[in-house]
């Protein structure tokens, strides 16, 4: 079995801003695994905050390589833990690899990957469309170039968050989601809340630091009008249990918990102890998007929009055009890659450096 890594420069429509900072150039790593006339797919991005850049992923998918074969003849869950054990836990990398054994399963089973796990494709939520932090006008640029989505995930952080939401609120009656990326104290978003609530607001994802006290996060979820939902502080599968109490939902990203594999543990027991559940995505191709996608059976609400805000995307797969998801008529995940596209935006100089592809056997 061999394995192929492509780095690739996402070139953004417009520069997506959270509260930690802007990108306008997504660095994005494909894995693709190919064995017996099969190709798998999946995706990881860059992150500065979480420490991860091409380098170190390079470094530890490396160190997976002597163990590719197990996924001939085992399902890409029974092997999941001997791969993280041999990626040091690198949650970013494994998630690549994972996604990519399951997809390469998916081709080989020639069968949807949410089929492979016994979920049906039916009744499922929209997804939201991402308003970036930035200048209130251009936010309401954003939105007025994306109109028609039924509901907005609007990215909080600034000093005049209550300002952003109102103004944003004269342009559409969507549902609006807040992101709040951390930037809020405990007493904030109680205030925030309240006026969030009459504004048509669904909920409000992680508000407080990580760091915060167990206190202020149990104040928040019993005094804020809306509902909390847990990003950063839902990150693997033992975190989903220490959510009870403290949040409402959880938001699952592929990337953080190490890959499909225990993303769908942690949606299962989220559900199991009644925790309200989510996938969210980075800023990142149809290969991440359609293999998340596989996901949506289980989610009471979904946030796959990170191709939709590409200028140009390496690959096609699951679509999400106005908030409804689309299957590809791919088994396994259902992504694709794009020569043409691919060709192009991994000879572009990024950081001085020629993005290319690297096979390893």
């Known amino acids: ?20 900072g802007t990108v306008a150039v997504q660095p994005s790593m494909i894995v693709q695994l190919t064995d017996q006339g099969h190709d798998g797919l999946g995706e990881v991005t860059e992150n500065a905050f979480y420490g991860h850049d091409f380098a170190s992923l390079t470094a530890s998918l490396r160190r997976a390589a002597p163990l590719l074969s197990r996924y001939r003849d ?22 690549a690899l994972d996604m990519a054994a399951h997809d390469l ?11 492979d796990w016994g979920l049906r494709w039916q009744q499922l939520v929209p997804s939201s469309f991402t308003i970036g932090l930035d200048t209130l006008e251009v936010m309401q640029g954003k939105l007025r170039q994306r109109p028609g989505w039924p509901i907005y995930k609007i990215k909080l952080g600034a000093e005049n968050d209550l300002e952003i939401v109102r103004a944003l609120r004269d ?48 104040l928040v979820f019993s005094g804020s009008a809306l509902p909390i939902i847990a990003d950063e502080d839902c990150q693997q599968v033992p975190d989903v249990q220490r959510c009870q109490g403290l949040y409402h939902g959880v938001n699952v ?48 609400y979904a946030d796959l929009d990170g191709a ?54």
């Open 308 to 361: 939709a805000l590409l200028r140009e995307d390496p690959a096609c797969g699951v679509r999400v055009q106005r908030g409804q998801v689309q299957s590809s008529s791919l088994p396994g995940c259902g992504g694709q890659l794009r020569p043409e596209v691919l060709d192009q935006l991994r000879a572009a100089d990024h950081n001085g450096v020629v993005l290319c592809s690297e096979r390893i056997q």
């Open 105 to 115: 399963r998916g081709k080989r089973l020639n069968q949807p990957t949410w089929m």
């Open 74 to 95: 085992r399902a890409p869950a029974e092997v999941w833990d001997e791969l993280r054990i041999a990626l040091h836990d690198d949650w970013f990398a494994l998630s």
């Open 1 to 20: 079995m061999n394995m192929t890594l492509h780095y690739v420069a996402l070139p953004l429509r417009h520069p997506f801003g959270i509260s930690r």
């Open 253 to 300: 990203k592929i990337c953080k918990c190490g890959g499909l594999t225990p993303a769908l543990r942690m949606l299962r027991a989220a559900k199991q102890v009644g925790l309200r559940t989510m996938v969210g995505c980075m800023v990142e191709s149809s290969i991440g998007i359609s293999g998340a996608a596989q996901l949506l059976p289980l989610l009471d």
């Open 171 to 218: 342009l559409t009656d969507a549902t609006f989601r807040v992101d709040a990326n951390c930037a809020w104290t405990a007493q904030q978003t109680i205030d925030y809340s309240h006026e969030l609530a009459t504004l048509g607001v669904e909920f409000i994802e992680q508000p407080l630091p990580i760091e915060a006290s167990t206190e202020d996060k149990r």
